[in-house]
Structures are given as C-alpha cells and as structure tokens.
C-alpha cells in the first residue's frame, strides 16, 4: 500500500509506542507525567525509528508483511536492547507483554488500512 501517506503511518506506528507505555504506567501507578513517559517510551520510539530505516517503511508504509512485522520485530527488539543497555530490567513477562501490545497495535491499525483500501478499491 504505497498510496497510505508515510507521515500518517510513522505517527501511528509512534502512537502506538505511547500508548503502550502510557498505559502500562497507569496500570502500574508509576506516573503518567511527560518525563516518566519519556523515560520509558524512548528504547521503544528509537527502537519502531530504526525500524522503519532497516526496513525502508516509507516505501510500503502501511503493508501487513513484511514493513509492519519487522518494524514491529525491530521495535520490540531495538526496545528492549536499549532498556537494558541502560540498565533497566527486561522481565520475561515485560517483553510478552510489549511484544503482544505492540504487535496488536501496529499489526492492528495496518491491517484496518488495508481493509478499508480494499473496500474502497471495490467501491471504485
């Protein structure tokens, strides 16, 4: 899907990140305050970054395969790498929960556009 604009697709891919941690910072009563969320969203946001550069995303920006699993992959990944570069923890629990969440959004939100342009292609 090449016509979905790559500003739109980037956003939602980054979108997806902070709502990921936005809510897991709520869930755990750790704040939800710009700089807790920082803190934790930036492996993740440098992670879906990297990403969408091994990948070159822009070109298909929203297609299901391969640009969305490995920029989710790559997300997942490229996030927890950093975290414990840094020396924050990775529990096995954390990296199941991040790989699901993410993958249902990012997947998720891909999956919908590709509905709709085929409905639409149908339409036309």
């Not at 070159?56 to 395969?65: F, N, S």
């Amino acid at each position: 899907m090449r016509s979905f604009p790559v500003l739109a697709a980037l956003l939602a891919d980054l979108v997806c990140v902070l709502v990921f941690v936005v809510v897991g910072k709520a869930d755990h009563g750790t704040g939800t305050a710009f700089g807790a969320v920082l803190s934790t969203a930036w492996p993740f946001v440098a992670g879906a970054l990297l990403g969408w550069a091994a990948t070159r995303a822009w070109r298909a920006p929203a297609a299901l395969w391969p640009t969305g699993v490995f920029v989710w992959a790559v997300t997942v990944v490229g996030g927890m790498l950093a975290r414990r570069a840094v020396g924050e923890g990775t529990p096995l629990s954390f990296v199941i929960v991040t790989s699901l969440f993410l993958a249902a959004a990012m997947l998720g939100w891909r999956a919908v556009a590709l509905l709709v342009a085929k409905r639409r292609q149908r339409a036309a």
